[in-house]
């Protein structure tokens, strides 16, 4: 029975994780497949600077980590930003996902060009970040905004009537620009893709389910990340990012 953990890039409580969950309702997995969602110790408000990437990095690789050490046998990142992936690939045998990276690949396979559409001004520059380090910055034909502030634990809920048709029309404004496929560019926003699917004429794609799915089929074809491309450390810190996490959920708490 494989079981795969998606890591949750906030320290959330149930409430929160619920709502990660509801991505789970847009995809089918196999029967006998387990989807856990793990949150952060600690990290990263909004993920809008490099400020805040490079604690989401520590926060994702810390919590992948420790998820290994529970015995699950794949990891998906639950951020666009692909945070701590490459760190965990480096440590770990499982297969590791990230969903910025296998969006815009998939996206490549539905057609020549892609765009990102997105809810907020602030999670531009986590794109164009992850384009340019994937080689794919001549494929992407724009990044489409509503500029709308997210709430990253409720998500878009209550906001559907407001925040649906900006985003239908600016998805419209992306396949005016050239796009052949537009790629949703939070998890956050996965409740919008069963209207923006049936209200755009290009493909729309799910980034969070995409992981899911990916995920299982590394599983059932028995491949993992190549040490070729993602070196082992020849001196690993476990303990010292674990101690950093715990310490920064410490002070997270002492200052609430």
Same mark, same amino acid.
């Given at each position: ?61 810390? !919590? +992948? $980590?420790?998820?290994?050490?529970? /015995?699950? #046998?794949?990891? @998906? ?92 029309? !600016? +998805? $419209?404004?992306?396949?005016?620009? /050239?796009? #052949?496929?537009? @790629? ?73």
């Amino acid at each position: 029975m494989p079981r795969v953990c998606v890591l949750v890039p906030f320290a959330f409580d149930e409430k929160g994780l619920a709502n990660r969950r509801a991505q789970q309702e847009s995809v089918e997995l196999g029967r006998d497949m387990v989807l856990d969602f793990k949150p952060v110790k600690a990290g990263p408000a909004l993920y809008d600077s490099y400020h805040d990437y490079v604690l989401a990095d520590l926060a994702m690789l810390e !919590a +992948g $980590l420790e998820a290994a050490g529970e /015995g699950y #046998d794949a990891l @998906c990142i639950d951020t666009m930003s692909d945070s701590g992936v490459n760190a965990l690939r480096s440590m770990l045998d499982i297969p590791v996902i990230g969903p910025g990276k296998a969006s815009y690949l998939t996206a490549l396979m539905l057609g020549h060009k892609f765009s990102v559409l997105t809810q907020w001004d602030g999670w531009i520059p986590l794109y164009r970040k992850g384009v340019q380090e994937y080689g794919l910055t001549d494929h992407l034909v724009s990044i489409r905004s509503i500029n709308t502030p997210p709430d990253v634990e409720n998500l878009l809920g209550g906001k559907e009537d407001v925040v649906f048709p900006k985003l239908r029309d !600016a +998805g $419209l404004a992306c396949v005016e620009d /050239g796009a #052949d496929v537009i @790629c949703l560019g939070s998890t956050t926003m996965h409740q919008a893709h069963g209207y923006l699917s049936e209200n755009l004429p290009v493909p729309v794609i799910n980034p969070g389910p995409l992981t899911y799915k990916l995920a299982e089929t590394m599983l059932a074809l028995r491949l993992t990340q190549s040490r070729q491309a993602y070196r082992r450390p020849d001196v690993e810190k476990r303990e010292m990012i674990h101690a950093m996490a715990k310490a920064a959920a410490e002070s997270e708490k002492a200052l609430a």
